[in-house]
Structures are given as C-alpha cells and as structure tokens.
C-alpha cells in the first residue's frame, strides 16, 4: 500500500478519528525499525569465490601489457590513415 493510498483513507476519517491517528503516528517517529540479522558476511563468501577461481588459463596467456597494445594498435591505424588536418570534414 502506497503513501498516497494510506492518505487517501485517512482522509476519509471522521476528524476525531483522524486527530488519533496523528497522535499514534507521531508516538511511532521516535521507534525504530528492527534491523535485519547479518548471518554470513558476504564479502567473506566472494573473497573465497575469487580464491576458489582456477586463473592458470589467464596466467599463461601469452598476451601484451594493455597500454602497450593499445599504443601499437593506434600506431598502425595512425600509419594507416593519417590524419589530413587540411581536409575539410
């Protein structure tokens, strides 16, 4: 049930019945929600997921540092299709 709901109900309240419910609504700002009980810490769990991964694929992967391969692939498009400042667009 939205807020909107409730409002619109309550407006339906005698005046009497509507100062009551003021007065039991306001009584309820001071209480607070009864959090929920953390039995397993989830952070915990996905540290032993990561732990638990085999990486030896990814640790023999013969493969380029990311910022060298990326410097040698915008060096073969620059060589490829230099650029024409004098062109228009």
């Known amino acids: 049930m939205t807020v909107a709901e ?4 309550a ?3 005698s005046a009497e019945e509507r100062r ?3 007065i039991l609504l306001v009584k309820t700002l001071g209480e ?3 959090q929920p009980e953390v039995t397993k810490h989830e952070g915990r769990e996905l540290v032993a997921f990561v732990k638990s ?5 990814w640790e023999a992967l013969d493969a380029d540092d990311a910022s060298a391969w990326l410097t040698r692939v915008r060096a073969m498009q620059d060589s ?10």
């Open 53 to 57: 991964l085999d990486l030896s694929d």
């Open 20 to 22: 009551e419910l003021v």
């Open 6 to 9: 409730v409002f619109k109900q």
């Open 32 to 34: 607070t929600t009864p």
């Open 11 to 13: 407006t339906a309240l």
């Open 80 to 89: 490829e299709r230099p650029l024409r400042w004098d062109l228009p667009l």
